[in-house]
């Protein structure tokens, strides 16, 4: 019976231990929406000569972004993993580039880039906060 019990006991707590995992930070909205809003600001502001990114604001945010991770749990190396990721990288860039054909947004004609920007920045948005118009 003593073998039962254990097996029992080892198996609650491997169940338990699993179901407090955190899951990957690409699921945690709170973490990836800034992240990837803040990265469609920054190629806005590449692209179009016009506009600067906001970057101190964007590094403020996100050192906060890494802070909010760390408060929910999730380790140093975890963060890292995620911010290296290539995988998450070329997602990043794939919804970035959605989001942007979705706009009109076309690299053939950076104007249309520097369009999405004031547009952005006139509404204040997600995104626009990491904008500035020179």
């Known amino acids: 019976m003593k073998p039962l019990m254990s ?40 692209v179009c000569d016009s506009i600067d990114a906001r970057t101190v604001k964007g590094l403020s945010d996100g050192w906060g972004l890494i802070r909010k991770a760390r408060q929910l749990g999730y380790s140093d190396e975890e963060i890292k993993s995620y911010m290296r990721s290539d995988t998450e990288k070329a997602r990043m860039r794939a919804r970035g580039e959605a989001y942007f054909k979705h706009k009109g947004a076309s690299y053939d004609d950076p104007e249309t880039f520097c369009a999405l920007g004031r547009t952005e920045i006139e509404r204040n948005s997600q995104i626009g906060v990491y904008l500035r118009a020179k």
């Open 7 to 46: 097996a029992v006991l080892v198996s609650a707590i491997l169940t338990g231990s699993m179901a407090l995992a955190n899951p990957p930070l690409r699921e945690v909205k709170e973490i990836d929406e800034p992240l990837y809003w803040a990265l469609v600001a920054f190629e806005i502001s590449e």
